[in-house]
C-alpha cells in the first residue's frame, strides 16, 4: 500500500493519536516530534528513523525502517543499533545516516532527539548550598 494511502486511512483514527487542546500527537514509534504529520508518521512512510532511550539507562537505541520489505514481515523491517560512545559520536553517527539518502529531512529532528535522551541520561547534580550573607547568617 502507498504511503498516501496509509496516511489517508489513519491519519484522523488511529490508536497512537493523543488530542488536547485543540492540537494533535503520535506516539507511534518512529515519530521524532510526536506530532500528527506525514513528514513525520513511522506508520505511514517507507522511511522512518526512531531514537528512543537504551534499555540499560545508558546511550541510544537508533532504529531504522527499511523500504522493500513486505508488510506481512513488519520485524524483518526494522534494523535497530545501540550507540553507546557519547553525545559527540552518537550526534555524527546519526547525522551520517540522515545525510547519506535516508531522510536528510529528519537530520535537524534526530539530532535534538538525540541531544534529549542523551541529556535525560545525566545524573542530577547536587546544587551547592549558598552561603549566607550577613552578621546572623554567620552566627552559630
Known amino acids: ?45 517507507n522511511k522512518t528513523v526512531g531514537i528512543e532511550a537504551a534499555a540499560s539507562g545508558r546511550g541510544v537505541v537508533v532504529s531504522t525502517k527499511k523500504s522493500g520489505v513486505p508488510a506481512y514481515k513488519p520485524s524483518k523491517a526494522i534494523n535497530k543499533v545501540t550507540l553507546t560512545k557519547g553525545i559527540r559520536k552518537s550526534a555524527r553517527s546519526v547525522a551520517g545516516l540522515t545525510r547519506a539518502g535516508y531522510r536528510a529531512d529528519l537530520r535537524k529532528a534526530a539530532l535534538a532527539r538525540v541531544a534529549a535522551v542523551l541529556a535525560s541520561q545525566k545524573p542530577v547534580k547536587a546544587a551547592p548550598k549558598k552561603a549566607g550573607k550577613g552578621i546572623r547568617a554567620n552566627k552559630n
Open 1 to 45: 500500500m502507498s504511503a498516501d494511502l496509509t496516511w489517508l486511512l489513519i491519519k484522523n483514527n488511529n490508536s497512537f493519536l493523543v488530542k488536547r487542546s485543540g492540537v494533535q500527537f503520535s506516539a507511534e514509534a518512529g515519530n521524532l516530534l510526536n506530532k500528527n504529520s506525514f513528514k513525520y508518521s513511522g506508520l505511514a512512510n
